[in-house]
């Protein structure tokens, strides 16, 4: 029997967070209301669920598992304005950046196609698994 790595687990994890997202993909096109809508929150909340999981396991500094929301109040708890002494303010500023143009640009996404939005989001975490894993096999040699 093969024993996995944590770095196993994780990749696998991101692994099935991409085809969770294909799978809401799939469900938002061309299936009743309904189904569209519950079928397409339930494997998203799922593949954002892995997501969570996935960064808590990593526990990088400063990338809490409800990234946005408590990246953002770190700045605010860390800042000048409240007493702080602003720690790594500009990686925390770096996390959030990220993650508000890609709100943005799945905004005008979701505007145009709730099927092609998710089918991004699938692509471009099977591209970053693959990306990894690709850069593990490089390093390794």
């Known amino acids: 029997m093969l ?3 944590a770095k196993d ?6 692994v099935a ?3 969770l997202l294909a799978a809401a993909a799939m469900v938002s096109a061309g299936v009743p209301i309904p189904i569209k809508i519950y079928g397409g929150i ?8 892995l997501r ?7 526990a990088i500094p400063d990338m809490t598992t409800t990234m946005l929301t408590l990246t953002v109040t770190g700045i605010a ?16 500023v770096g996390d959030v950046a990220p993650m508000l143009m890609s709100a943005a640009a799945d905004a005008a996404m979701v505007e145009r196609s709730l099927t092609a939005t998710l089918a991004a989001c699938a692509g471009i975490t099977a591209a ?5 894993l690709r850069f593990e096999s490089k390093r390794r040699q």
Do not use: F, H, Y
């Open 3 to 5: 024993k996995s790595t």
């Open 9 to 14: 687990r994780i990749v696998l994890a991101i």
């Open 17 to 19: 967070e991409a085809g």
């Open 128 to 132: 970053c698994v693959l990306a990894r």
């Open 52 to 58: 969570n999981a996935v960064v808590r396991k990593i």
């Open 77 to 92: 708890a860390a800042s000048s304005l409240a007493g702080g002494d602003n720690p790594r303010w500009q990686r925390r």
């Open 42 to 49: 339930a494997t998203t909340a799922m593949a954002m669920g």
